[in-house]
């Protein structure tokens, strides 16, 4: 599995059963760029980082152009703190900065001219902490017949109110749900307020070489505590980056995310996770597990 990056479709080349559409004809010349914020940050002690880019024309197949010198900062829990730019376009956390768990958080992005005016423009987001269950461990399962590697969940969830989760799968300690479109996103509507016994999570592929497991192999399941504005943001933007099966279905559109601005696109995710792991073993394969 492929993770991340948040997937923004501004204008994509669409064809129906009866015409064909050139977007370069039917789309004007003039269309502004627009500012890409990624940012997600969690309560990790680590180093977090918000990602800023600009949208690009269809037929550039060169990388995004960052946006530099901007000045980001993250507050919340009664502090502030400055991003540091560190390669071009990427804003990074101290070290050992970490979000509060039931808290709101407040992203500001300034100093860039999302307009093309020469003067800067202000773009903000908010979101708050949820928590998440923490995991009494996970065990890995072979499914024969969709020849994958199946990852089950074990805890307790909480049944005060409704929750959304996002779980992520590494292996041998690298992210291996590392596009947008792997990540699971779910609500605790079938599990509020139970005991988790099994709960499938995250499918590993065998045709996938970061995937496939070999014996001793580490498995790693996150499971992350995220608001509902985000649970909302991050499926609708895998509905609209993935395939749409009914013939006459309309194109991908723009996904709404949580900031607040001239001419910017992306979201501001603040979560809780937590992290269980264990080992894959030939003789579960072997005795059917």
């Known amino acids: 599995m492929k993770y991340f990056a948040f997937i923004f479709i501004t204008l994509i080349y669409f064809s129906s059963c009866t015409e064909r559409i050139d977007l370069g004809d039917e789309l ?28 690009k024309d269809l037929d550039n197949d060169q990388a995004p152009d960052p946006i530099t010198n901007a000045e980001v900062t993250i507050s919340g829990n009664d502090q502030e703190i400055l991003l540091t730019e560190d390669g071009p376009g990427l804003y990074y956390t101290p070290t050992d900065f970490y979000l509060i768990p039931n808290t709101r958080y407040y992203l500001t992005i300034d100093n860039v001219d999302t307009d093309n005016d020469g003067e800067p423009n202000l773009i903000t987001a908010t979101d708050s902490v949820p928590t ?35 779980f992520n799968a590494y292996v041998n300690d690298t992210l291996v749900t590392d596009t947008l479109r792997e990540r699971v996103i779910t609500d605790d509507v079938l599990i509020n307020g139970m005991y988790i016994t099994g709960l499938s999570t995250v499918f590993l592929q065998v045709e996938r070489e970061d995937e496939f497991l070999y014996e001793g192999d580490k498995v790693t399941l996150e499971i992350a505590g995220i608001s509902e504005e985000a649970a909302s943001f991050l499926f609708d933007a895998q509905e609209e980056s993935g395939y749409s099966a009914p013939l006459f279905s309309g194109p991908p559109s723009n996904v709404e995310g949580n900031l607040k601005g001239k001419n910017v696109f992306g979201a501001f995710i603040t979560y809780s996770s937590f992290k269980a792991s264990t080992y894959w073993s030939d003789e579960d394969y072997k005795n059917g597990n």
């Open 132 to 166: 998440r269950p923490y995991l009494d461990s996970i065990e890995i399962e072979w499914i024969d017949q969709w020849e994958a590697w199946l990852i089950n969940a074990f805890a307790q969830e909480d049944g005060s109110e409704t929750n959304f989760y996002m």
């Open 28 to 55: 004007p010349n003039d269309l502004p760029p627009y500012a890409v914020v990624e940012a997600m940050i969690s309560d990790d002690t680590t180093t977090h980082v918000v990602k800023l880019s600009w949208t």
